[in-house]
Antibody, heavy 118, light 111 residues
Framework: EVQLVESGGAVVQPGGSLRLSCVAS????????MHWVRQVPGKGLEWVSF????????HHAAFVEGRFTISRDNSRNSLYLQMDSLRPEDTALYYC?????????????WGHGTLVTV | DVVLTQTPASLSVAPGQPASISCKSS???????????LYWYVQKPGQSPRLLIY???NRFSGVPDRFSGSGSGTDFTLKISRVEAEDVGVYYC????????FGGGTKVEIK
């Protein structure tokens, strides 16, 4: 069974930093693209960041470019999101999501999310 | 960015009746390799989103066959042939051509 467990969400002051983590199990993590997607409570979904299976290709949404950095450690089955220069508008539930293949821009499984409040 | 426009924003359906949700894209979602990068997700109350349909019309693992997707190019539709109480939630279309974007969501309620 695919499981994605996020952690690291917290209350932080504007301008502060956080590092989100996502631990994956139930599939060969090293063979799949991964994403972060966020949702303001009660609102819609917003893609944040993508990283390819081997970490050599990564992209961020324009509204976080230069402030957030996605990374992964395939030896630890873990995905990360380093969030710097946080703004009140970054307040959201952050989901880790698995891609269906090595480089896909889509997602087939989601975690339960971790809440970031700025 | 690709803009997805979903309609209606909300839908109230009697159990056993059909439901249909439209998703229109600002540009074609046909990938150069031949597949169309349009997906449907449902977010039930208090839960994470879950994949229902991938690449326009393929049901994901475990999705009941009362759910179907259709369309091409820029116009897509999700249909529920007979709505059940467990289908309550918000349905989102999403494009994965590049830099994913989501539709605004359609809230499905039971009459």
């Amino acid at each position: 069974e695919v499981q994605l467990v996020e952690s690291g969400g917290a209350v932080v002051q504007p301008g502060g930093s956080l590092r989100l983590s996502c631990v994956a199990s139930g599939f060969a993590f090293k063979d799949y693209a991964m994403h972060w997607v966020r949702q303001v409570p009660g609102k819609g979904l917003e893609w944040v960041s993508f990283i390819a299976w081997d970490g050599t290709n990564a992209h961020h949404a324009a509204f976080v470019e230069g402030r957030f950095t996605i990374s992964r450690d395939n030896s630890r089955n873990s995905l990360y999101l380093q969030m710097d220069s946080l703004r009140p508008e970054d307040t959201a539930l952050y989901y880790c999501a698995k891609g269906p293949n090595r480089v896909s821009w889509a997602f087939d499984y989601w975690g339960h999310g971790t809440l970031v409040t700025v | 960015d690709v803009v997805l426009t979903q309609t209606p924003a909300s839908l109230s359906v009697a159990p056993g009746q059909p439901a249909s949700i439209s998703c229109k894209s600002s540009q074609s979602l046909l990938h150069g390799t031949g597949f169309t990068s349009l997906y449907w997700y449902v977010q039930k109350p208090g839960q994470s989103p879950r994949l229902l349909i991938y690449e326009v019309s393929n049901r994901f693992s475990g999705v009941p066959d009362r759910f179907s997707g259709s369309g091409s190019g820029t116009d897509f539709t999700l249909k529920i042939s007979r709505v059940e109480a467990e289908d309550v939630g918000v349905y989102y279309c999403m494009q994965g051509l590049h830099l994913p974007t989501f539709g605004g969501g359609t809230k499905v309620e039971i009459k």
